[in-house]
């Protein structure tokens, strides 16, 4: 997949009061569907200083930055490592990644890809592309709510039959909060 994100986008992402770790991509530009007018969304996780985490004075769990920069609308959120951590199973809130998930243990994010099997998707997708704001297809609202119930089912049984862990692995958890100290610690 191209992304078609300006070269200023890690110089924004860079320029919040914190440390990065890392900063991606989210929205319409990451899930195949930017409009020429679509904002541009930033993701990214910092570091708070360990005076900011372990006394009484806590460092901003959040940051936020929006604004305009040549023409495009500019959102970007930053989580401290701690709290991003703890959101990374909100990714699953798209009915279809979450399917495509469940049944392949694999996540997709693009709705090129991820809605092949709905005929109007590649509507959406151009309606979104023409305008962010723009008027939704002829019969899409009539589709979708005849196929949110539908693919909630399907995420649903999807999850009783996935191969999956029903929990994350206590090894796994055991070594992202490692992750977490052995960042904050420098």
């Not at 609308?73 to 699953?92: G, I």
């Not at 694999?106 to 005929?119: F, I, W, Y």
């Not at 023409?130 to 589709?143: C, D, L, T, V």
Request: proline share 6%; glycine share 8%.
């Amino acid at each position: 997949m191209t992304l078609d994100v300006p070269p200023w986008a890690a110089e924004v992402a860079c320029g919040l009061p914190r440390p990065l770790l890392f900063a991606t991509v989210s929205g319409a530009h990451l899930y195949g569907f930017a409009s020429v007018d679509s904002d541009l969304d930033l993701r990214a996780a910092h570091l708070l200083a360990p005076a900011e985490v372990v006394g009484l004075r806590t460092g901003p769990q959040t940051l936020q930055h929006a604004g305009v920069r040549d023409g495009v609308e500019l959102d970007v959120v930053s989580h401290d490592l701690l709290k991003f951590a703890t959101l990374l199973l909100y990714t699953l809130r798209v009915l279809l990644t979450g399917i495509h998930l469940m049944r392949t243990g694999h996540l997709e994010t693009d709705l090129n890809v991820l809605g092949t099997g709905l005929a109007y998707v590649p509507d959406l997708i151009a309606a979104k592309r023409e305008a962010e704001h723009g008027p939704f297809p002829a019969g899409a609202a009539q589709r979708l709510a005849v196929d949110v119930p539908r693919l909630r089912a399907q995420l649903e049984a999807a999850r009783d039959a996935s191969t999956l862990p029903e929990h994350a692995d206590p090894a796994a958890v055991a070594a992202l909060h490692d992750l977490v100290v052995r960042t904050r610690l420098g």
